[in-house]
């Protein structure tokens, strides 16, 4: 648990640098207010419609499958760990784990699920 | 000393927790609802931390703060939803929300009586000797549980084709 | 060695399914897009192979994997009830999806795999199986209700069953978390011997996890009032995946439910048997009383399977080998009447009105379409446990079960509910045989309508004429 402490410190010495800086920076620069400047976007067009549009469902495939390939490495990790208690019995399920999920993925890919145009 | 920290620590982590669920929650920008979900998600790991679950820590990070998180950013970005302010809420979904913090509370304090609660502590949990949490988990889960471990695997296919065969257009 | 092979003999059906899955997502893969069928074809080409290699001998029992995964005759049996239900609606599903436009390999394979997961929730010893084995079942039932995107019915019906279910599993996971922490393992057979000991640390932690894991399951099982999601979802799903989904998911969430209640709960029934007693006579009482107040018979017949729920569940309290095996015969000709009846209503459209459904378009049907009357009559008859139907054969075992465990109030209160039940399906019959029509209507069956309705038909008739072949299949069912 104490392996933790460098971590917290690290933490709390990053979030009060960003404090530090933001309120130093206010408090040393010189502040000279125009118009321009509170305009919304100070350089190029002033944004047409709104700024965010409705994304394409394809994308609702790609996070779904990043999702459960994520659940995999999850898998992996504890795997990756333990290895040397497990050896080859460990390396076996594993490869079945794999090759159960590849099914998946030739599924995808034949049925154009990982296809853009 | 180490006492204190951690209660200081467990304190910080939960309060983060519970404000950032109700901003999650009362936020009228969907995307800002993620962000907060985002702190929640972290929050609520470094409480797994504290509890010596370092493996669920590393799940809720890499999983819902990663993944899931991303998913919902897109699903928000797909349906891209106007906010009309706050739903007017019906007098039954009143009566019905007191009914169930009723229904609560008294399941709380069963909780309480039972020492489910009480007999929680914040550290100790009894790993082999030698053995870091992860890897006794990986120990039991390779050996003793493989049969659920390779049935994971196939809930996974049919996850994946279920979400395939309903999304993509034809 | 001898380990090893025990082992492999506990998980082999499984293994085999497996394989076979995977082949039918490859094959469904490589087939034309007009030829899907085949992939169904070649699912029921698979489980027959499956259900021919895994028989065990009677009596056989094979435990592996430290106590985790049983292939036994209680199994075998409710496998061969999923591969019928799989059949049956393969067979009758495929012009139904043809003319949705959504003939595609995906609906065979995903009811595959349901089965495999249903296998796994069945043959479980241990809760972790149990449990992923009802999400693999789950999730493929989530899609299955929410085939037919074209329609919102539909897609309504798969967010709502979604919904439910993973907020019902979320609780059953919950409990079994407390049950894990009072009595510190999984394992059904030390959950009981932990029970009997009376070591456990404290009483109430068992009883809430308990508590919290059986309302999971009676949410899984539609029992009021946890079935709030049954009716839309039934309806809203494309008629074949509805045959199926209130037939196969229910056969499994009770087959595990017995096997959990009988083994691992056995010392703690006096817990559990007096809430599932309530259970049914609320699910069986409510089920057919809404029933009677339907106009839509496939939303009829979603009340009407809560209430089929509700007649298992006395087979569940009875507490004696009996009940069990007379939850098993129940299921097995549930498959038959009730795919039956939803292949049928599958194939009914009318012209131009908004639901193919309605009571009224079944008015008038006995002049135009002989058979296929005669064929919805009998399955009507049957699902209302007319004798010597086998619907009846059916409640008949369950009720002697009951009697047998001196719960005579709960068998009257069941054959109570059945003289109920006849009225609302009396109804369909006497639409079809009295009225006359007040719109067109086509019910033209198709060849595999034909087939799966024949078989239906046949099988209603010969277990209500002949039922010592059947209950012979169960008699040797023990947990």
Known sequence: ?117 | MNEIFMNVGFWVLGITAVVASLFMVTRENPVHSALWMLLTFFAVAGIFIQLDAEYIAAIQVMVYAGAILVLYMFVVMLLNPKSTGFIKVPAKVILGSVVALVLFLQFVMTLMGTGVIKSAQMSGMNLPEGLSNVKAFGAVMFTQYIVPFEVASILLLVAMIGAIVIAKKD | MQNFMMNLQSIFPEVLMTIFGLILVVLDVMTKKEKKSMVGYFGIAFLLITALLTNPQVGGKYLGFNNMLMWDNFSYVFFVIFALAYTLTTLGSVEYLKDKGILKGEFYTIMFFSILGMMFMVSAFDLTIFYVGLETMAIAMYVLAGFNKNEMRSSEAGVKYFIIGAFSSAMLLFGMTYVYGATGTLNYLQISEVLKSGLVADNMTVKIGLILMLTGFAFKISAVPFHMWAPDVYQGAPTPAAGFMTVAPKAAAFAALIRFVYIALEPAAGLWVPLFSILAVLTMTYGNLVALAQTNVKRMLAYSAISHAGYMMIGLVAMNPEGYRAIALYSLIYVFMNIGAFTLLGILKNKGMVEDERLESFAGLAKKNPLYALGMLIFMFSLAGIPPLAGFIGKFQIFMAAMKADMIWLAVIGALNSALACYYYMRVTIYMYFNEPEYEVEATVGRSAFITSFIGVVMVLFVGFFPTAFINFVRHLLV
């Open chain 1, 1 to 117: 648990m104490s392996g933790y402490l460098p971590i917290v410190l690290f933490l709390i010495v990053a979030g009060g640098l960003g404090v530090v800086v933001m309120f130093v920076g206010a408090i040393v620069r010189p502040a000279k207010y125009e118009k321009v400047k509170f305009s919304v976007y100070e350089c190029g067009m002033p944004s047409l419609d709104e700024n965010r549009k409705r994304l394409n469902l394809r994308f609702y495939i790609i996070a779904m499958l990043f999702v459960i390939f994520d659940v995999e490495t999850v898998f992996l990790y504890p795997w990756a760990v333990s290895f040397d208690m497990i050896g080859l019995f460990g390396l076996i399920e594993m490869i079945l784990f794999i090759v159960i999920l590849v099914f998946g993925y030739f599924y995808a890919w034949q049925k154009g699920a990982l296809e853009w145009a």
